[in-house]
């Protein structure tokens, strides 16, 4: 399974951003997928995750509100819109796969580096 997270970029605060992550694979929808960041100096944070379905979604408190995570399995592919932005979002955002209902992660993308300006 590989993961190829895009999207990131430089935004001013209050903005907005789209990640995205495309899955490798033909059994994406049994997939539980996670966005985690990891801001300079930081261990790295859960953001969000969504089930296989899509009918169940997870946030961090820091981000509920303002994020909102989605998938299109037809298109092997996790989003997570992010609105907005705080200077404090800046960090590389990760996305992640699971094949199991709990728990960690066994794949994990490259990342992406969203920059907020204050």
């Known amino acids: 399974v590989q993961l190829q997270a895009s999207g990131g970029g430089l935004v001013q605060a209050g903005g907005s951003l789209r990640l995205s992550c495309s899955v490798s694979?033909?059994?994406?929808?049994?997939?539980?997928m996670g966005w985690y960041r990891q801001a300079p100096g930081k261990e790295r944070e859960f953001v969000a995750s969504?089930?296989?379905?899509?009918?169940?979604?997870y946030y961090a408190d820091s981000v509920k509100g303002r994020f909102t995570i989605s998938r299109d399995n037809a298109k092997n592919t996790v989003y997570v819109q992010m609105n907005s932005l705080k200077f404090e979002d800046t960090a590389v955002y990760y996305c992640?796969?699971?094949?199991?209902?709990?728990?960690?992660?066994?794949?994990w993308g490259q990342g992406t580096q969203v920059t907020v300006s204050s």
């Open positions: 694979g033909r059994t994406f929808s049994s997939y539980r």
């Open positions: 992640a796969a699971s094949g199991t209902y709990y728990g960690g992660y066994e794949y």
């Open positions: 969504i089930r296989g379905s899509g009918g169940s979604t």
